[in-house]
């Protein structure tokens, strides 16, 4: 059974810092893309940053280049998500998600996922 297991949210200051983490079971990273998406009310869900397993590459939309960067623990099954310089407008429910692309840019793109994450509320807020 695939699952993803988010952890990492809460609320930070604008300049700051959190890191989101997601666990996942059922799936090798190795072939798989795995990605963070985000969303906020009534706003289209936004792929955020996708890493292909097999070599680490990593899209990252505009929004986030340069403050967040994604890595990974294969021994532990686990991907993050590194956010500096967290602005108000990064405030959202995040989302982990994995599936069999060949592209991480094309998933981020594209946002056809199979297997989703409860998400994670992160709250950027002075």
């Known amino acids: 059974q695939v699952q993803l297991v988010e952890s990492g949210g809460g609320l930070a200051q604008p300049g700051g810092s959190l890191r989101l983490s997601c666990t996942v079971s059922g799936f090798s990273l190795d072939e798989h893309v795995i990605g963070w998406f985000r969303q906020v009310p009534g706003k289209e869900r936004e792929g955020v940053s996708c890493m292909r397993g097999s070599d680490g590459s990593t899209y990252y939309a505009d929004s986030v280049k340069g403050r967040f960067a994604g890595s990974r623990d294969n021994a532990k099954n686990t991907v993050y998500l590194e956010m500096n310089n967290l602005e108000p407008d990064d405030t959202a429910v995040y989302y982990c998600?994995?599936?069999?692309?060949?592209?991480?840019?094309?998933?981020?793109?594209?946002?056809?996922?199979?297997?989703w994450g409860q998400g994670v509320r992160v709250t950027v807020s002075s």
């Open positions: 998600a994995g599936d069999r692309w060949t592209s991480a840019r094309s998933m981020c793109v594209h946002r056809v996922v199979s297997a």
